[in-house]
Structures are given as structure tokens and as C-alpha cells.
């Protein structure tokens, strides 16, 4: 399934999207130095295909293509205007994944790890 959304978002942002009838899931690459990260800049589950692995298997899928792509390290963002609720099972989520809080301001908060 492919909307033009992320043509939309490939064109204006950089960022690329794994898309499927129940989710999507935006990322891009980020290089620094000797760090090279695939950040995940959003990801949505449907309601009914929630509670069945599936941030795990977008995760999954998302590590497969930074180690493709010979990153050493991936990261999600969590948006504090979301709501409270969004940012905690987004915290969750992170957290089962093994990435850690590595950076926080007023605006997002950066959970990593390495690859």
C-alpha cells in the first residue's frame, strides 16, 4: 500500500516510510563524526493491530535496514506534544526495545541504542 504522502514527506524532509495497511513508520539516516544512526522520526499502529508484536516487527525491520546500511546505532523520537498517554507506551515501546534515554529537551526525547 503507498499513499503520496510519503513521496511528500521523501521530497520535503528526506525522510523515507515503510508502509503497510495497518502502519507506517518515517525514518531517516543521521551521520556524525563516526556515528551513523537510523532515526525513527514517526511510526503508527492502527487501534486493532496494536498488542500484536507489530512495533516490534516495524523495529525489527527498521534495524534491518540501518544494519544494511551499515549504521551502528538506532533511535526514536517522542514528541512531547503528543499526549500523555502517546509518549508513555511510546517510552514503553522504546524501552523493551533496549534503547535508553539519551537526550531530552522541551520539545523531544531521544531513546537509542547500538546496532
Do not use: W
Not at 8 to 27: M, N, P, Q, R
Not at 36 to 57: E, L, P, W
Amino acid at each position: 500500500m503507498s499513499s503520496l504522502y510519503p513521496e511528500f514527506l521523501k521530497e520535503v524532509f528526506g525522510l523515507e516510510t515503510l508502509e503497510d495497511s495497518d502502519s507506517f513508520v518515517t525514518y531517516e539516516i543521521q551521520e556524525i563524526s563516526k556515528i551513523k544512526c537510523i532515526k525513527i522520526i514517526n511510526m503508527y499502529i492502527k487501534n486493532q493491530a496494536r498488542g500484536k508484536n507489530k512495533s516490534r516487527d516495524l523495529l525489527d525491520k527498521v534495524r534491518d535496514i540501518g544494519l544494511e546500511l551499515k549504521c551502528n546505532s538506532i533511535s526514536a523520537q517522542v514528541n512531547k506534544a503528543s499526549n500523555e498517554f502517546i509518549q508513555q507506551r511510546t517510552t514503553h515501546i522504546c524501552r523493551l526495545y533496549g534503547m535508553q534515554n539519551t537526550y531530552e529537551d522541551s520539545q523531544i526525547i531521544i531513546f537509542s541504542r547500538s546496532l
